[in-house]
């Protein structure tokens, strides 16, 4: 093509987000602009107080749309969608959850792009998205031409739903190491600004206080440390619908001043800082950003086999990865790892050097790309096939 192709990130979501905010923001900033010109477009609720992707997406210098919906199904939506493709020529809109899969659908059915998906899970707890809107979204997904999947696991659970295997692509997720990157000078600065001593044993974690990242489970994997390791302090990064009844759990079973939730954290980087452990504790994940971030922080990892996370760490080579659901082989995790320093600094060094190959944004993004010249390879073919057949 003579002119870059033109790309519509799509998504909706609600407050502060999650980790692909981080693929879709970082990603896009780090795209070849040479080649590929890139809208993000994010769709929030007019009610939404907590909303803050702008903000985000502020700093980084890309093309960022907001459309705000007075209601879930606002029609109005639509005909501000078509205008957006149609102002910025969307050769392909590349959707990221369950509505602005169907929208994308839509959207190329009546403005002629290309509809691509990327298929970041599906975590939600409500009645209506796991028996509705999940397998909806699934049986739809077998019209896209490909879909990108963060994980094996999310792969082999689209093909299952009855996606063609070779329309699905897995494409872990990234960090950009030059970004998350350990300063020895800032860890006492760090440790000082969360009011730790220099005693104290420090378990991090980071994540929506949401059923999936079972942090009912990490609390009781720490106050069964306590006696082992009495100066042991529990800090979680996040926020959501959790909050009470974990702020609860973990008054009941530490001591006072033993555990903190620290809401959002839009700067992760000085928590790491003031971290011994990093833990992950979920029964379910895509591509954990969160496990990429400590990883390129150099905080060494005990983490459950959630979804991808034994494709981007490897067991006693990067971090330690348990079973999931299981509290004792969690503390025993971040027991080996407090008790046994050489080992950990071994492996923190091998998965700083991990995330600076295999895990890069650079190698990820490579991919995205690909595919992107590969969809706009086939539409291009195929227009050529239908002229070749006319002139026939």
Known sequence: MTRPIRVLELRSVCGAGGGPEKTILLGTQRTDRDRFAVTVCYLRGAGDASFSIADRAAPLGIDYVELVERTSFDPGLWNSLRRLVRERAIDIIHAHDYKTDFLAVMLAKAEGAIPLATAHGWTGHSPRERWLYYPLDKRLLRRFPITIAVSGQIRADLVRS?????????????????????????????????????EDVVIGAAGRLEPQKRFDLLIRACAALRERHPNL????????????????LGSRLMPAGSFTLLGHQPDIIPLHHALDVFVQSSDYEGTPNSVLEAMALETPVVATAAGGTAEIAEHGVHGLIVPIGDVPALADGIDQTLSLPHAAAARVARARRHVETVQSFAVRMTAVESIYDELMGSRQGHAALKRSEQCA
């Open 162 to 198: 009855g996606v063609e295997a070779n329309r699905v692509r897995v494409v872990l997720n990234g960090i950009d190491h030059l970004a998350f990157r350990r300063d020895p000078g800032r860890e006492l600065a760090a440790r000082r600004g969360l009011h730790l001593d220099d």
């Open 233 to 248: 302090r529990l800090l979680i990064a996040g926020d959501g619908s959790l909050r009470r009844e974990l702020e609860e």
